[in-house]
């Protein structure tokens, strides 16, 4: 009797722990309803990517011949940058190096580019995405904030910014100076005439007399009119250049058949193209040259430009020898010196 009462009640057992995980089954099972989980507004599960969407179309209305053609060229392309290494590895070549790599790199770029646009998607491809700025109660608030905090900064370091302000100031004022004081006093006429004039003697630069003796044929000499050697500025725009091209008499130009007594021209100094001083006087060619710019002029011809930039012949001086020898000037300079400016006439 116990032995048969021990299985029924196993079975027993059996027969509730077999209801009770048939009951949590039924429990976790968790019925599909369509569109149950998907957001509000979505019908039914997103689209399958499909190649006959319009937004995938290529922009080549063949794509297939695109496609053979930028095969084409890629193949070209890596055949040219092979031949270039195989030019390379036997000993080099430069011209057909250059062309198996030039030939290589276009074509494989050109393939590179038409592929990019004639064969991929064209778009256009939009996300839709929610509005990112704050409301505006929220950014009439932040911007409260800035300026309030911004001020409050400012008064705890008041006298700071007093400084800062004041040396701002003296500054900006400073900075004037140098432009108000480089434009200096207005010019006036003095662009247009020099110290030479009608009997100015001719001097070197340490103020001796220049005599009619002084100067073998081809020679030079940097005179001055005399009283004006001390004076810097004056030394800069008076500085003429004295050579002696021949023995007798010279004219230059009609009209000036007196101005080249016994060989002596004497011309401005001063450069017409830049101002920089024409310090050079080649004998042989019988030409004055400006070593800054490699201006000609030809000392025979009114020392009319014949090389470089110099736009306008060297003013010339007209000489004359007086009684006791000594060079003099007949005159000062008939026109401004150097280069031009705006109201040169």
């Not at 004076?231 to 058949?257: C, F, K």
């Amino acid at each position: 009797m116990s032995d048969s009462a021990g299985l029924e009640d196993q079975e027993a057992s059996r027969q509730a722990v077999a209801s009770r995980g048939a009951g949590a089954e039924a429990t976790a099972q968790v019925v599909e309803v369509p569109g149950a989980h998907e957001p509000a507004g979505v019908q039914g599960s997103l689209p399958v990517a499909s190649l006959d969407d319009p937004h995938l179309q290529p922009y080549a209305k063949d794509p297939r011949r695109a496609e053979r053609l930028i095969a084409v060229m890629l193949v070209i392309g890596i055949l040219g940058v092979a031949g270039y290494g195989a030019v390379y590895w036997q000993g080099g070549q430069n011209q057909l190096e250059g062309i198996f790599l030039g030939v290589g790199l276009f074509c494989i770029g050109f393939g590179l580019s038409a592929w990019g646009k004639y064969l991929m998607p064209q778009g256009p491809f939009v996300e839709e995405r929610h509005p990112l700025a704050s409301p505006e109660p929220d950014r009439q608030a932040m911007a409260s904030a800035v300026v309030d905090r911004g001020k409050m900064v400012f008064r705890r370091r008041g006298f700071l910014g007093t400084l800062l302000g004041g040396g701002m100031g003296v500054f900006g004022i400073v900075a004037l100076f140098p432009l108000v004081r480089s434009l200096g006093p207005k010019p006036g006429d003095q662009l247009d005439t020099t110290n030479w004039r009608k009997g100015s003697r001719l001097v070197t630069i340490h103020g001796r007399p220049v005599s009619v003796h002084d100067l073998e044929v081809g020679g030079s000499l940097t005179v001055f009119p005399e009283g004006y050697t001390d004076n810097e500025p004056d030394v800069a725009t008076d500085q003429t250049i004295l050579v002696r091209a021949a023995a007798t008499d010279i004219v230059t130009e009609p009209g000036r058949e007196t101005w080249g007594p016994s060989g002596y021209l004497a011309y401005s100094k001063v450069c017409t193209h830049a101002g920089c001083p024409v310090g050079l006087y080649m004998e042989q060619t019988q030409q004055l040259l400006c070593p800054c710019h490699q201006s000609l002029f030809d000392v025979l011809d009114g020392a009319v430009p014949v090389f470089g930039p110099a736009p306008r012949p060297l003013p010339q001086l007209p000489l004359y020898v007086d009684a006791h020898g000594w060079l003099r000037a007949q005159a000062g300079y008939d026109q401004p010196i150097g280069p031009g400016f705006w109201e040169r006439s």
